[in-house]
């Protein structure tokens, strides 16, 4: 293989460009990014960036010196439009054609919006930029915020906002935030964290649609599903995201929530793998960090062997800062599984549990408990299956 486009200046794409160098590639290697900037680290966007305690410069996954060791060739904002698999060749803006003999798909996920008008003052929160955006409303002075969806996005601006002293409600339409995750027990704790920082919680209700006015046009108000009017001057929707995939339509590559890959990470095409969000490796499709940097080797390795020679089965992991708690699970929760502390008290919201079925351990819970929290995740890995096979 003489050549490869990583498609995403993404995370999970600057660590498959990484591992591709590391495991001996030593051929032309493009890197493809539709936003202008250089790959950076998204999950402080919504806590240390938006409250100002974090620069731009901090937010960098490789400095200058890692930048020129990976000898990589970067074409940052431009978007890819097309993939002809057929001619090896990716199809760019501006009517450009990239030819490779290998592709990483390392595009991400975009954020899912509500329909209507977006008026002034209205925010998704995905990229840096939307993150500027965000800030400079946020720092002209106190304002009433309403944030749409209680998840791991929505929960940290909602805590960073009250942070920097805004009037925070947050609106989920599920029965309890990170319900799906948690299980009732443990999802009406970390909901509780809202209210013990003065943020107003509103759950089983949607949003109807924005109202905007004034001779700005700036946004005034949202009004839910059921009829309720909630006053605001910013709004900041986290709603989930779908991955981004519209580019490869007609490739004939198998899209479903994202580009469905083997447990390698490796499309029905050997020469094409795809890495981090946008992809469906072995039936899952995960959203998380630590996805994003644990595929990209075995992704690598697959390509260059041009077969699946190797398999990502990492245990499920992922985190959430939110009002100086640390919150923290691995493993994979049934929905009858059966949480029990183990240590610390979840009335101080500092402690450790464990999901049971069968009187076996499923996953791990903890909040502010990080050193027991990963002695615990690794005994789980453990007993599950190796990170990689």
Known sequence: MKSVAVIGASLAGLYTARALRAQGFEGRLVIVGDERHRPYDRPPLSKDFLTGSAGQEQLALADAEEIAELDAEWLLGTRAVGLDTAAGAVLLDGDRTLRADGVVIATGAAPRHLTGPAPGGSHTLRTLDDAQA?????????????????????????????????????????????????GDEMARICSALHADHGVTLLTGTGVARLHGGGTDGRVTAVELSDGRLLPAEVVVTGIGVRPNTDWLAGSGLPLDDGVRCDAGCVTPLPNIVAVGDVARVGGTRAEHWTSATEQPAVAAR??????????????????SDQYGVRIQ?????????T???????????????????????????????????????????????????
């Open 134 to 182: 965000l800030r400079a409303d946020l720092v002209r002075g106190p304002v009433r915020v309403v944030v749409i969806g209680a998840g791991f996005i929505g929960a940290e601006v909602a805590a960073s906002c009250a942070a920097l002293g805004h009037d925070v409600t947050v609106v989920e339409a599920a029965p309890l935030p990170l319900l799906a995750q948690l």
């Open 302 to 319: 697959n390509l260059l062997a041009g077969s699946t020679v190797a398999t990502h089965r990492a245990l499920p992991y992922f985190w």
């Open 329 to 337: 699970f691995a493993g994979r929760r049934g929905p009858t599984d």
């Open 339 to 389: 949480p029990r502390v183990l240590e610390g008290s979840p009335d101080d919201r500092s402690f450790l549990a464990c999901y049971e079925r069968d009187g076996r351990r499923t996953a791990v819970l903890a909040l502010n408990r990080p050193r027991p929290f990963q002695r615990h995740r690794r005994e789980l890995a453990r007993t599950t299956q190796p990170a990689t096979a």
